[in-house]
């Protein structure tokens, strides 16, 4: 089970991942200039968004094997059809569509991990982001340079291959080198991307299809998974400040990989190639960042590797800033922050768990922040370098020191409402046995008839004494001195007798058994 869902996350960023190093042959397969269909982007945010808030309302309530499963096959019918897509406003469409899948997808993988193992959920939350990490690296590898030389070399070795076999064009290996040949000269290396990813997606569509229909569709329901109590009163508020930690965070970390090789051109005039491997580096970085955290997070809470995360975070924005200009200190500083960001979003997932239940609706609240996050935050970003008043500034620097802030400060606050004590506090054992039984455990100490008759004898015993002493003459009694008065003779009753005794004959027994003893 984890290793498919850390399949679908590592699906999830392959798809994600695909559209920068596409976009050219994207805008070409619809007669458009890459500016004109930059709304695309916009398109695939917004039904992401949609997706994230739709699936935690619909994983409450349905099995999350099915929606995951379907929202992977949308996924993979979307990447079939994007290659012959020729209008823009259906390949926004698409993109729409992938977009709401991918947020099913994001609130299904977070919460069917939190769901499966609970607070201890740190290593599988850490690798289920590095698998979206790692799939997001492989994409761009696998667009062009992997599938382009596959392509020649097909032809190549397909070519010389039939030649030597001109003599047998009815041999069985030719024929079947002969459909590859034509198969793969049929499509560009553009139209395989798609379909290799495509057919991923596929596949693992399947699998948790079959996972759905061997569990039965009523069995692991999202709301009825999580069966502990919230610990905290204020788990409502802790969601809500989450969701505007996840919105600078994710934003933070688009921004800067969105625009750090704009940057890097014009504030620090360097080269394409040049600004291309700072881009990668941070990429780079932020996926290394994210596997040592999964060895990380068995020996460390969640609430530690997020402040450790901070500190790089507001050490490395605050170094970029002051020194905006300097090569040495842009690579080390994009190098610290791609590592500190990398645990940040998981962590916070683990560190939530920890205080609260979790449920659809939680997930979709914070997934859906980090949605808003990543279409905002870049947007301002890329607004504000537009403005002529303020373009000399840094503005991308700038907005990843004041998104370190804002997060240095909601985290602090959320960690002391998640600390205060709960309104009603479960009892302890010893709190339970000072308070005493209950009537039902009254109940069960009372002893079985057959164990009274031996008791009722001890009492007629007693009884027959006390009137015996009722007896005596007055007289008697008065020449008696106090030292001569003993428990089982006095006038008054003794602190055994049944006027203050409750409960059943055989305590009343013990009692006289130990005045007896005295």
Known sequence: MVSLVLLELSDRGMTIAILGPTFQELATNVNRNISDISYIFVGRSLGYAGGSLVGGLLFDCTN?????????????????????????????????LIGISMGFLDTGGNLLI???????????????????????????????????????????????????????????????????????????????????????VFLISMLFFIIYLKNGPSRNRAGNSSPEASFTRYRNAILFLLFFFFFWYVGAEVAYGSYI????????????????????????????????????????YPGTMILLSL????????????????????????????????????????WVKQYTNTTGKSAALFVFGAALGEMVVPALVGFLQGVSAIKHYPILMLTALVTSAMTAILFP?????????SSVQPMSDDQKALLGSGPDEDENNDDPPEDWNDADFEVIEMSDVKNETDRTPAGNAATKTPDQFTPEHSSFPSLSSPAYLGGSPKKKVLNLEREKND
């Not at 993979?76 to 390949?91: D, E, H, Q, S, Y």
């Not at 606050?413 to 004590?421: R, T």
Request: glycine share 10%.
């Open 64 to 96: 999350p094997h099915l929606l995951i499963g379907i929202s992977m096959l949308m996924t993979a019918l979307g990447m079939f059809a994007i290659p012959w897509c020729t209008k823009a406003v259906l390949l926004t469409a698409l993109m729409s």
């Open 114 to 200: 939190l769901l499966t193992w609970g607070k201890n959920v740190g290593p599988y939350m850490q690798a289920l982001h590095f698998s979206f990490a790692l799939g997001a690296f492989v994409a761009p590898i696998l667009a062009k340079p992997l599938l382009g030389n596959l392509g020649k070399t097909i032809n190549g070795s397909g070519n010389s291959l039939l030649a030597n076999t001109k003599n047998s064009l009815h041999s069985k290996s030719a024929r079947l080198l002969d459909i590859l040949k034509t198969t793969v000269s049929a499509f560009d290396p553009f139209t395989w991307t798609y379909l290799v990813i495509g057919s991923f």
């Open 261 to 300: 090789f704009t940057y890097a051109k014009e504030f620090v005039h360097f080269n394409d190639n040049q600004a291309a491997g700072l881009n990668s580096f941070f990429w780079g970085t932020f996926a290394t960042g994210r596997g040592i955290a999964i060895f990380l997070a068995t020996c460390l």
């Open 311 to 350: 500190i790089g975070c507001t050490i490395s924005s605050l170094l970029l800033t002051l020194y905006n200009t300097n090569i040495i200190s842009l690579w080390l500083g994009t190098g610290l922050y791609g590592v500190s960001m990398a645990a940040t979003f998981p962590s916070g997932v683990s």
């Open 413 to 421: 606050v959320m960690y002391k409402l998640a600390s205060l004590p």
